[in-house]
């Protein structure tokens, strides 16, 4: 089982600083509007988003991992409810990796599998170094390759 790249957690962490900025500045403008108060609920909102996901995107870096297995790729993740997913190779059809702005100045990549299925079937493994992602995608593509050649029985 393989691990996401701990400097993840700083991107999670910025979307949820952003997320609590925009939700105390809501809270802010409301308790203003409707109360005629000082900013302390646009404080007290804000912080306690912030903190939820400081938290939050601790556990969940803590419980996200990846193995790349025999005839599948197997997930787990998840903070309040855990997902375990195997994507058999039989079933992926392509693979991207993309990466945002904030990726891109941490230097992290994020694998996408897309899988034969219905619509938000596709997987993500965000968290990866670059060129870790390129070679993930790489062995990935073989593998899809050898199945699709009748190796493997696709069931």
């Not at 910025?14 to 403008?29: D, E, H, Q």
């Not at 994507?87 to 034969?116: C, G, K, M």
Request: proline share 2%; aromatic share 14%; net charge negative.
């Amino acid at each position: 089982m393989k691990s996401l790249e701990k400097r993840i957690k700083y991107v999670w962490i910025t979307y949820w600083f952003i997320g609590a900025l925009i939700l105390g500045s809501i809270g802010r403008a409301v308790d203003s509007y409707f109360i005629e108060s000082d900013f302390f609920a646009g404080i007290i909102v804000f912080l306690t988003i912030f903190v939820f996901g400081l938290i939050y995107s601790i556990y969940r870096y803590d419980v996200w991992v990846y193995e790349v297995r025999g005839d599948s790729l197997y997930l787990k993740r998840g903070v309040f409810t855990r997902v375990q997913t195997i994507v058999p190779y039989a079933r992926i059809q392509h693979v991207d990796t993309q990466r945002s702005v904030l990726e891109r100045l941490l230097n992290l990549s994020t694998l996408v599998v897309y899988t034969a299925g219905s619509r938000g079937s596709d997987v993500n493994i965000p968290g990866l170094d670059p060129i870790h992602a390129e070679d993930l995608q790489k062995q990935l593509k073989e593998k899809t390759t050898e199945f699709e050649l009748g190796e493997e029985d696709a069931v």
